[in-house]
């Protein structure tokens, strides 16, 4: 069965810093990903998402990610965080059948 | 983390029946549960947001008369779909807040209405 990995339980950062959030998944065939964001108390949104062509996907808020697939990773970035970034970060892969399965996420703090 | 533990994982149903999917946070409080849905090759739908021991809030365009959510104990809330029809097929997803700030997710549960 697929499986995702997000490898930090929680980055702390300062405003204006680079952020690289790590997502791998363990499945060989074709994968569509995304990374959803959840601020705190609210529900989850979308970010962004890849189903095909450019491996560099832009999303909302300044996000990018980057599809590698001889890696099997989807690391999203962002290159100067805001205090309002902080929040949940999930990442998540959707294959054949379907049936999503997400990281266990990444808390993200930024500090003022 | 904390466990948050969905069921049925899959169920197949015929149509004009109702199914209940039940999202229980295993080790946390939670008095806030989202459901969501999945359409294919789509990504997440919210379809409701769901407080204990008060009417869940539901997304525009979803029926809370198809889609019943009950979140009677901090640590269990359901989703009953109701009259289940096959284009209600699709993949359910829960989570839950633990605090305000984390939020964990069940594993899903795959509908297929036949």
């Known amino acids: 069965a697929q499986s995702v990995s997000q490898h930090n339980h929680h980055v702390i950062l300062s405003e204006a810093a680079s952020l690289e959030l790590g997502c791998n998944y363990s499945?060989?065939?074709?994968?569509?990903l995304f990374w959803y964001v959840q601020y705190p108390g609210q529900h989850l949104q979308l970010l962004l998402k890849y189903f095909s062509g450019d491996p560099l996907v832009k999303g909302i808020k300044g996000f990018e990610a980057e599809f590698i697939k001889s890696k099997f990773s989807f690391n999203l970035r962002k290159p100067s965080v805001q205090w309002s970034d902080t929040a949940e970060y999930f990442c998540a892969v959707n294959a054949y059948n379907n049936d999503m399965r997400f990281g266990a996420g990444t808390r993200l703090t930024v500090k003022p | 983390g904390a466990v948050v533990s969905q069921h049925p994982s899959r169920v197949i149903c015929k149509s004009g029946t109702s199914v209940k999917i039940e999202c229980r946070s295993l080790?946390?409080?939670?008095?806030?549960m989202f459901w969501y849905r999945q359409f294919p090759k789509q990504s997440l739908m919210l379809m409701a947001t769901?407080?204990?021991?008060?009417?869940?809030?539901?997304e525009q365009g979803v029926e809370k008369d198809k889609f019943l959510i009950n979140h009677a104990s901090l640590t269990l809330s359901t989703l009953t779909v109701t009259s289940a029809h096959p284009e209600d097929s699709s993949f359910y997803i829960c989570s839950a807040l633990e605090g305000d700030t984390e939020a964990f997710f069940g594993q899903g549960t795959r509908l297929t209405v036949v």
């Open positions: 080790d946390f409080q939670a008095t806030t």
């Open positions: 769901s407080n204990e021991g008060s009417k869940a809030t539901y």
């Open positions: 499945y060989g065939g074709t994968v569509n």
